[in-house]
């Protein structure tokens, strides 16, 4: 093909064999590939109260999630109080409502960034090859080397203890995670016919990469993010259990958790609810990830697994 000529339309490469399609015509069927897998629709369901409850959990919440009542304070779940009060004589339903929000916005946000960087970096490594391949990937195996919440902690002890703080950890944390995926992505789709006749044609590196090569790995980044939403969930508790996240007294669940040890048997629900909260919100992010998966390529489950081992 000379520089002059114009590159085939996408639906000749596909008949050609060269474009595939096969990420991108699921992304269309999604929604119909969803419904036949009933634990698809159970973490959609959970991922779908969490957001809610995210949006309109302040409006709801029954109390103020900081006013305090010495006299109300360690009471057993009761009508007045579904989930009790804490030692402080807060309601524990509502800063389990307010907790919703920090979680998910420090969440989203954090995988935000990590899914920003990772599949620029995975994108360019992967393109280019060669000594920029090699250098960024042997960075991301400096942060593969470390546990992730290990790592976290390590950013956060020089960064200092802030939400703030806490996204901007995690999202260097899972960063190497996305890079890996967005790399071997790339690596398969580079070779292919489209792209080989779009540099041909003298198409520029970054043209290539945004208009030929990103939309083919777009499936893996999708299903890749929401298993590291429910990831940095988790690991935000984590932080804010050890005091490196949150700060009080705003809510946060995984502060509850660290609140609530201390009275596990005189006032147990100062725990549990947090904790339940953990639990379902981390299972319906995962069960719609591996839904995902299953629902774009199933061939993704073996590169999944070996990321989150690795992570």
């Keep these: 093909m000379t520089a002059g000529s114009t590159i085939p339309a996408p639906g000749r490469l596909r008949e050609a064999g060269g474009l595939s399609s096969g990420p991108l015509e699921r992304l269309g069927d999604l929604w119909g590939v969803l419904r036949r897998s009933k634990l698809a629709l159970i973490g959609l369901a959970i991922v779908g109260v969490l957001v809610v409850l995210a949006i309109v959990g302040p409006t709801v919440a029954p109390y103020d999630p900081n006013d305090l009542n010495v006299r109300q304070r360690s009471l057993p779940p009761s009508l007045n109080h579904p989930f009790g009060t804490d030692d402080r004589g807060r309601d524990v339903l509502s800063r389990v409502l307010y907790g919703a ?3 998910l916005q420090v969440a989203v946000i954090a995988v935000g960034i990590s899914a920003t960087l990772g599949v620029l970096l995975g994108a360019v490594s992967g393109y280019l090859g060669g000594w920029v391949d090699e250098l960024i990937m042997r960075f991301t195996d400096i942060l593969f080397a470390f546990p992730g919440i290990l790592l976290a902690i390590a950013i956060m ?9 806490a996204m901007i950890a ?5 960063t190497p995670i996305f890079a890996r995926i967005t790399r071997g992505s790339v690596l398969v789709i580079r070779s292919e016919v489209f792209v080989e006749a779009a540099r041909s044609s003298g198409a520029a590196a970054p043209r290539i990469v945004a208009r030929h090569v990103m939309p ?10 929401t298993l590291s939403l429910a990831f940095a969930i988790l690991a935000e508790a984590a932080l804010s259990f050890l005091g490196l996240g949150t700060p009080p007294p705003a809510p946060s669940w995984g502060r509850m958790l660290s609140e609530g040890r201390s009275f596990i048997q005189d006032a147990p629900w100062m725990g549990i609810f947090p904790g339940l909260a953990i639990v379902l919100t ?5 069960f719609l990830g591996d839904g995902l998966r299953d629902a774009l390529d199933p061939r993704l489950k073996g590169v999944f697994d070996s990321a989150k081992d690795r992570g």
Excluded: C, D, Q
């Design 216 to 225: 083919n790995v777009v499936a893996p980044i999708i299903v890749e993010t």
């Design 157 to 165: 002890g020089v960064l200092g203890p802030s939400v703030t703080n």
């Design 282 to 286: 981390v299972m319906g992010f995962n």
């Design 170 to 174: 995690l999202g260097i944390v899972y």
């Design 101 to 103: 929000r920090v979680s």
